[in-house]
């Protein structure tokens, strides 16, 4: 029996970060990937490939758009493999990547199946069958998550698709219907939009992205329906199903029936630990089928932690690379302090979305009175200049307009654009820094001397209350 000062069970953004800094911190560390590949879903069924999507998406809706420069349209038949141009490049260097890291701080790599004996023991099956156990003083569960399948939707992953499926259809569909207004949900569906795809968006709730700022929201639709899209809220689901010939229909509790070639089923993603029986560990999942931690990242017992999807929310890669290392600083007895909450929120649909703080909504909540100033990226020079007028960055400030609480943005390059205000939120820095700051001429990031100056007019006439 091998014995480890960590054992760092999965490979995505939380267990390879994880696996590095206990390796960085003189640990000895091995890490257990089922999958053939490092990265987990992040990298090969998730993030990279729906963003090499994006990027051609997005070429295509601006062809589009400059329709009088060129001569443009889709095949009918078009092979999804077409739209992943250099994909099998991007993740075979990202791979390679991985690997050398892994290799060069002196992780031991195992490909394999991994389960719990007990609390200190994790069995692993290889892909040649060889079994045997391993000991570890602390371990870290970085093992993900995967879609939810709702019991009253018949995912067959060929016309009724999950998140994961997406990407697997061999063509273009001419029409797709999106169940879900989440974050998945919204990306996918723009994404598909810009495609020329005739996409029909359907929740329960009056708006998607429900955790943004109203405005943020109400940008998104009306891209969304001004590329053609159908967006679809406050509805009830009836059924779904495939009809046997062409289509898949989805019938609502009003009436209404929705008919497309395919469907994607975007209801969230649970805590991947099939077969890792966390039971015989002393660990359970709680009530949102995730494993609870503390702000250590402790589960139950002190010595498992677990980051990343596992956990819950955020779920986004940057906030579980970020997890995965401070469970390993904790785990070596480093105080790393508790993780910020001015955790930037990233969003890749078409236009891109990112807020980073309080949204108004919130901010009134928490404080009564707010004040915000806006820049459209239309009074931006580089928004005429790169045809991206309809972006706007916000700023919400405290009653006097003087404390930034937060930042939103909607348009492309807003989840670049989000770190400067990101670092002002950092710095407790007020509203002023951004007039007093100079920006390149022409960038997006002017918006913020805009929105700033956008305040400080309100401020100077005693404030507004909202």
Not at 408 to 433: F, P, R
């Amino acid at each position: 029996m091998k014995n480890y000062d960590l054992i760092v069970i999965g490979s995505g953004p939380a267990g390879q970060k994880a696996a590095v800094q206990a390796a960085k911190l003189g640990k000895s560390v091995v890490l257990l990937e089922r999958d053939r590949v490092l990265g987990g879903a992040c990298v090969h069924r998730g993030t990279i490939p729906s963003k090499t999507l994006r990027e051609n998406a997005l070429r295509v809706n601006n062809m589009r758009k400059n329709a009088k420069l060129f001569e443009f349209s889709l095949d009918e038949e078009l092979e999804m493999a077409t739209l992943f141009n250099r994909l099998d490049e991007v993740l075979a260097a990202h791979d390679s990547y991985m690997c050398r890291q892994i290799e060069r701080n002196g992780i031991q790599r195992i490909h394999g199946h991994a389960s719990f004996e007990d609390a200190t023991h994790v069995r692993v099956m290889t892909v040649t069958g060889e079994t045997f156990v391993l000991e570890g003083k602390d371990i870290i569960i970085a093992t993900g998550s995967y879609p939810r399948q709702p019991p009253e939707i018949p995912i067959d992953h060929e016309h009724i698709l999950d998140s994961d499926s997406i990407l697997s259809m061999l063509y273009l569909p001419k029409s797709l219907t999106v169940l879900g207004g989440g974050v998945i949900a919204s990306e996918y569906a723009s994404i598909f939009q810009a495609l020329g795809v005739k996409v029909t968006m359907i929740d329960r709730y009056p708006r998607p992205l429900g955790f943004l700022d109203a405005d943020l929201t109400e940008a998104f639709v009306k891209s969304f329906e001004a590329m053609g899209g159908t967006w679809i809220g406050e509805a009830q689901g009836g059924r779904v199903y495939f009809d046997g010939v062409s289509d898949v229909v989805t019938e609502l509790s009003d009436g209404r029936v929705i008919r497309s070639q395919k469907l994607l089923c975007a209801a969230g993603r649970i805590a991947n630990i099939k077969g890792l029986e966390i039971e015989k560990a002393g660990l359970s999942l709680d009530e949102r089928g995730v494993i609870p931690v503390n702000a250590k990242l402790q589960t139950c017992v002190p010595h498992i932690y677990a980051a990343g999807d596992v956990v819950g929310p955020p779920s986004l890669a940057s906030a579980s690379m970020e997890q995965g290392r401070r469970a390993s600083c904790n785990a070596a007895g480093l105080n790393v302090g508790e993780l910020t909450d001015m955790m930037p929120v990233g969003i890749y649909g078409i236009p891109e979305l990112s807020s980073v703080g309080l949204s108004e909504q919130q901010a009134i909540k928490q404080y009564g009175k707010v004040v915000t100033g806006k820049a459209p990226f239309a009074e931006i020079a580089r928004g005429h200049i790169s045809g991206n007028q309809d972006g706007m960055l916000k700023l919400v400030c405290d009653g006097d307009g003087r404390r930034l609480l937060g930042i939103q943005i909607i348009g492309e390059g807003a989840t670049e654009l989000i770190h400067i205000g990101q670092m002002a939120l950092l710095n407790k820095s007020n509203v002023d820094i951004f007039v007093e700051s100079i920006f390149n001429f022409p960038t997006l990031a002017e918006a913020y001397r805009v929105a700033a100056l956008a305040v400080i007019g309100k401020r100077s006439q005693g404030g507004i209350a909202c």
